[in-house]
């Protein structure tokens, strides 16, 4: 199936239909079905591919708007303006987007909003993709947001509905909290009917509602405070999020009923909290909370009530924070009051991601019912596997076949220990957040720190001030979307100070690592077109250009491609030992991106192949490693020799392996062959194939 | 009410892992035997190199493949299998089926395509701290834990039979329609391929010879 078919399955207006979809994937027809007028995003896993599916929608549809926001701040900015233009609106990214939108987001709920408003975001308690594992549920802790939080695929759909209503209905927005793991999960999802979408807004003045300050700010403080109280009474909004599941065996024991356990968990957990009891055959009341925050005081100690519960087990990921909650509200009020025990973080981790298994383990130490042996079999093998899988050798992620990135670093590794043989002068990278962010993995390991977006040029900025230029020196790191993020403020900050550093820009003209999304100085001409109906991206902002504007010592910009590697050693060679800020811009598309743009539009052009070109390894290859150890191109691959039962009696043998390029995975028609440049043996040949010609012709004769 | 069959897919990013995830996801919706379907797909920092998981979760009808209390439709959500839970492992890679272990039990069968991928760490002499097990440590491990195990370098076979090693993955699909008959039903899947996959001859072709294959062993 086509992706363009199964995208336009998620829109077609068809009342109950059911579909099978991802969580990112209900999450955009939760949209489309609410009647949403705007959404913006800054792309970030694991939200990244609900912008995409929007961004398609906005060019299909007549009235929706999508706009890939220079950042998270810039992009709930505008989503808080459309709300309050009367329309509904939804902002989206990562967990760590939220530290960035932090000035408006604490601020703005004050004021309130007209069109309802949510503001989805992905967490990612297991590091998968990420700089670290924030809870952000605690930002509610300060902001006083309330947050729900969809268990399954069908509610990634229903909640964004819901919430939206909800939203609406006080005025006030409401925050979406979903796992990695959900959005990339699949389930059955029923559509529903389709919203109507306003198709104008209109902004009502209101000077005291949205202006902010000293005396308006603490009565739209007070105003606010009293909205969220309503939402935490309100029982039918505690019944609409949150879900009771308890199937009364008939003749339940009396050891049961008097030592009644009740189990309270939301999001992913629940479905694995279900799982855990399937295993253990045990069937306790669960309170699945759909809505996290702020919690219903009275019907949380209904639950405990109702069912007599003697023990309360929480299951989270991260932070107690449901725990920190529920445990003062059951102490204090329910009435097994102070004889109620609670557990949760007192056996489960507060780091990385849950599993069934985990959860087995922490219900099987409190029910003393139920099938035990699963525990046994589970120990045992895990025992086995402690042993084994540890020992296996794991695939370190790198560039792509082709990327541009790789001659650069090759180069510039090769630059850097030249220099520093000589002169004895250590160079500092500063690292910044994209895919060039690899540089630190081998063969280049180039990479000093990563912490967050911009801090690549922003550590640099202090770090130049206070150490000694003759014996350190430093080179930062940073891509085109990382750059215009948050990027401009510590580059403006370095040429200001006139600090000593290197900066090289990669200008490959999308946010590849999140999926090759267009951004400002993506040239249009560029950009996948669906439809002709997007508002958004009308100009784009040339980033050469712009540097020349910004004011840097005469000499001290270069702009240049990627793939000319004695090129950018003279470059390097000039430029990383002269004093003040040195830009160096490498305008060079992502390869990947721009194998699949050539490909697309060969193919809407109808144009045959007219030559192909191939690189092969010959057998004059002295086996060196140049190729493929230090440029370490992975279309560059090892085939053993002999047949491998051989190798097995005879372990020696097993190091003889032959060097071929995959011709599956080299990209030549994007690659002018870096690796035939590096190979000092002449052992890579070119080939190249003309069709039309009709004969075979070998350019290295 | 119904029982669980739990499919995971293992191999390296851009061997298809992903895809074939779908095709049997999708398969799961189609089918009348099967009442609902979850699942999901891990991958790692990229599409380059990396190890890459896929399942497909599937509540049937029969009883036949485990002894758990009674699932309903509401009870399979979570896309995760627990331990030892697989009943169909498609490790298209040795060493990735080797990573997944975890799930391998008694119940597993295991379809294995020995074609092996390495790891620039193991290729490359100066970075050798681990070393890749030869694929017949591999099938000793694997068949200490498995049911049943079919193991075969797929891509050779699809490459001497089709001319090319890009049908391996229909091949292997073939096959696992063919061991679990009672599950997949030919004609729907064949029906799906030709959906994902465009009504290319040589991938009917290499699900015959999947679908074939099986009786041999
Ligand atoms: C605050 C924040 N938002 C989003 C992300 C997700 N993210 C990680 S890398 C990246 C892309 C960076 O693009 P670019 O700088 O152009 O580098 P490329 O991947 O193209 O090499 C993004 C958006 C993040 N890590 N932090
Ligand atoms: S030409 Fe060489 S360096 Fe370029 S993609 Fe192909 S194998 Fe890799
Ligand atoms: S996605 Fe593009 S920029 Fe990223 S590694 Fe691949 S080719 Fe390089």
């Keep these: 199936m086509n992706s363009l078919t199964k995208v336009s399955k998620i829109f077609e207006n068809i009342p109950d239909k059911k579909v099978l979809m991802s969580g990112n994937e209900a999450f955009a027809r939760g949209i489309y079905e609410s009647g949403v007028r705007f959404a913006a995003n800054y792309p970030g896993t694991p939200l990244s591919e609900v912008g995409d599916i929007l961004k398609y929608l906005s060019e299909i549809s007549e009235n929706f708007i ?50 309802g408003m949510l503001i989805l975001c992905g967490s990612d308690p297991g590091i998968l993709s990420s700089t670290n594992a924030q809870d952000n549920r605690l930002f509610s802790l300060h902001t006083k947001i309330p947050i729900i939080e969809p268990a399954t695929v069908q509610e990634c759909k229903d909640f964004v509905k819901e919430g939206l ?67 935490a009474k309100n029982k039918k909004i505690f019944y609409l999020f949150n879900r009771i599941k308890f199937n009364q065996a008939e003749q339940p024991s009396k050891e049961i009923l008097n030592n009644q356990i009740g189990i309270l968990t939301s999001g992913i957990c629940y479905s694995y909290v279900l799982q855990a009891c399937h295993k253990l055959n045990v069937n306790p009341p669960i309170l699945k909370l759909g809505m996290i925050f702020p919690i219903n005081r009275d019907e949380i100690c209904e639950f405990a009530n109702q069912y007599k519960i003697k023990k309360i087990l929480i299951v989270e990921e991260l932070e107690p924070f449901i725990e920190t909650f529920s445990k003062r ?33 922490f219900l099987a130490k409190h029910f003393n019912i139920g099938n035990k042996l699963i525990l046994e079999e589970i120990h045992k093998k895990e025992e086995v596997l402690k042993e084994i899988v540890p020992a296996l050798p794991i695939r370190e992620p790198t560039f792509c076949p082709g990327c541009q990135y790789r001659p650069v670093f090759y180069t510039l590794k090769k630059v850097v220990s030249e220099i520093t043989n000589k002169t004895g002068i250590e160079f500092i990278y500063g690292g910044d957040i994209g895919c060039y962010t690899l540089s630190e993995a081998y063969p280049y390991q180039m990479l000093d720190w990563v912490i967050c977006m911009g801090a690549g040029i922003g550590i640099a900025n202090g770090m130049s001030l206070v150490i000694d230029s003759k014996k350190q020196k430093l080179i930062a790191f940073i891509g085109d979307s990382t750059l215009f993020h948050t990027g401009l403020q510590p580059l403006l900050n370095a040429i200001k100070n006139d600090i000593d550093i290197t900066i090289i820009i990669f200008n490959n003209y999308w946010t590849a690592m999140t999926g090759q999304q267009e951004h400002i100085a993506t040239p249009r001409k560029y950009i996948r077109k669906f439809g002709t109906k997007s508002i958004t991206d009308k100009k784009e ?43 160096i ?117 | ?118 790891p620039r760490n193991v290729i490359i002499s100066s970075k050798k701290e681990k070393k890749y097990p030869s694929n017949a440590d591999i099938l000793d491990i694997i068949d200490q834990f498995a049911r049943r195990t079919i193991s075969l370098d797929f891509n050779e076979l699809s490459e001497i039979r089709l001319g090319n090693s890009i049908h391996a993955n229909s091949i292997i699909l073939g096959a696992s329609v063919k061991e679990f008959k009672d599950i997949f039903n030919k004609n729907l899947m064949i029906s799906l391929l030709k959906n994902f996959f465009g009504d290319s001859q040589k991938n009917l072709e290499a699900f015959e010879i999947g679908y074939n294959l099986i009786s041999k062993f």
């Design chain 1, 585 to 701: 811009v490498i305008n060079e598309e992502c390869a990947l991106e721009k194998k699949r743009r050539i490909r697309r539009e060969t193919i809407k052009l109808e144009e045959k192949k007219k030559s192909e070109i191939y690189y092969t390894i010959t057998d004059t290859c002295v086996k060196c490693n140049e190729c493929i150890e230090h440029l370490g191109c992975p279309a560059i691959n090892a085939m053993p020799v002999e047949k491998e039962e051989v190798d097995k009696n005879n372990p020696q043998k097993e190091r003889d392996l032959k060097y071929y390029i995959d011709e599956a995975a080299c990209i030549s028609e994007i690659c002018p062959g870096i690796c035939k440049s590096v190979c000092k043996n002449n052992s890579i040949v070119k080939t190249i194939i003309f069709y039309n010609l009709n004969k075979k012709e070998n350019s290295e004769i």
């Design chain 1, 66 to 115: 999508f706009d890939y926001s220079l950042n998270e701040k810039v992009a709930l900015e505008s989503c808080i303006g459309a709300s309050w233009a009367g329309v509904r609106t939804v902002v989206m990214f990562k967990h760590l987007g939220l530290n960035v939108a932090a000035d408006p987001l604490h601020t703005f709920p004050y004021s309130g909003i007209n069109g």
């Design chain 2, 1 to 118: 009410m119904g029982d669980i069959y739990n499919i995971l897919l293992c191999g390296v990013g851009g061997q298809g892992v992903v895809l074939i995830g779908n095709i049997l996801r999708e398969y799961g919706m189609k089918s009348p035997l099967i009442q609902n379907v979850v699942g999901t797909e891990t991958r790692g920092v990229s599409q380059r190199e990396g190890s890459v998981t896929a399942t497909a979760r599937y509540l049937i009808d029969s009883r036949i493949y485990s002894l758990d209390q009674d699932y309903k439709f509401e009870d399979l959500i979570s896309p995760l299998i627990p331990i030892n839970d697989a009943h169909l492992v498609l490790g298209l890679e040795p060493l990735e089926t080797m990573r997944n272990l975890r799930y391998i039990s008694e119940q597993t069968v295991v379809i294995m395509n020995t074609h092996r991928y390495y």
């Design chain 1, 165 to 231: 209503r909800i939203s609406e209905l006080y005025k006030i927005p409401i925050y979406v909290h979903v796992s990695t793991r959900l959005c990339h999960s699949h389930g059955i999802v029923t559509y529903g009917v389709i919203n109507e979408l306003k198709k104008a807004g209109h902004f009502e003045k209101e000077p005291n509602r949205y202006i902010n300050t000293l005396t308006k700010a603490l009565a739209n403080q007070k105003k606010y405070f009293e909205k969220i109280r309503l939402v």
């Design chain 1, 541 to 583: 902002i040339n980033l050469s250009r712009l540097m020349e504007n910004i004011g840097l010592d005469n000499g001290n910009l270069i702009i240049t491609g990627a793939y000319n590697i004695e090129k950018l050693e003279r470059i390097f060679e000039k430029t990383l030992m002269k004093k003040g800020v040195k830009v």
């Design chain 1, 329 to 361: 509200v059951f102490c204090n009020f329910c009435d097994a009051k102070r004889d109620l025990e609670i557990h949760g973080k007192d056996f489960l981790p507060i780091i990385g991601e849950l599993n069934t298994d985990i959860i087995i383990r």
